[in-house]
């Protein structure tokens, strides 16, 4: 009963470095997201996925890229990292974009830009 | 999609039931309203969701008013493991996005 697995857990960037947050649900799950959540504040949703081959901004989408490689995979991309881009990052996903089905989420991962 | 408002923190004895309430006074009729919650450093977990008849699940039960303005998720038997915090979701059933606003902090207390 994997989920939602995202790698890695933890990450210690300096400015300017890039990196790609992996993302990836066994559930079969057409639409997928990214949030981030900053300290006392609650998700905010960066990019998502209604189904493979497309992608639209959210909230926050500045700064990131993504790319659904497939339908199990959904990735993020810093490619010049930012101090304000320190945060905890949520991957979920859902059986339909669409419908009424729920979000399951992943543990995260916590990024730090120094 | 409409906007919720909830406590902050409530407090809950052990082995009492919960009731958290939200406050959806501009709901439409086609959104739907969801319950997570978030334990401290884990991802948000999905508890319950609701049109408009109530529901119950082996996590908690969802009761919506009748004129769905607001509504009340129940722990029927708090444990120190439900401590969390709680978001009540209202969103419509396409786009798939889910605003979070800050939720309750509920915390059990033995």
């Known amino acids: 009963n994997a989920g939602v697995t995202q790698t890695p857990k933890f990450q210690v960037l300096k400015t300017g470095q890039s990196m790609t947050l992996q993302c990836a649900q066994d559930m079969n799950h057409n639409s997928m997201y990214w949030y981030r959540q900053d300290p006392g504040m609650g998700l905010r949703l960066i990019y998502y996925s209604a189904s493979e081959g497309t992608t639209d901004k959210g909230e926050v989408p500045n700064g990131y890229n993504v790319s659904r490689l497939n339908k199990r995979e959904f990735s993020l991309r810093l490619e010049s990292a930012a101090p304000s881009q320190t945060s905890v990052y949520f991957c979920?996903?859902?059986?339909?974009?669409?419908?009424?089905?729920?979000?399951?989420f992943g543990d995260g991962t916590r990024l730090s830009i120094l | 999609d409409a906007k919720t408002t909830q406590p902050p923190s409530m407090d809950c004895a052990e082995g009492r039931a919960a009731n958290l309430p939200c406050n959806h006074s501009t709901i439409s009729g086609n959104e739907y309203v969801y319950w997570y919650r978030q334990i401290h450093s884990q991802g948000p977990q999905y508890i319950i969701h609701?049109?408009?008849n109530n529901e119950t699940n082996e996590m908690a039960s969802l009761i919506i008013t009748e004129d769905r303005k607001s509504s009340t998720l129940i722990l029927p038997h708090a444990t120190l493991r439900d401590t969390a915090v709680y978001y009540c979701i209202v969103r419509r059933n396409q786009g798939g996005k889910l605003i979070f606003g800050q939720g309750t902090e509920l915390s059990v207390k033995p």
């Open positions: 979920a996903s859902s059986a339909q974009g669409g419908s009424n089905q729920p979000q399951h």
């Open positions: 609701g049109l408009k």
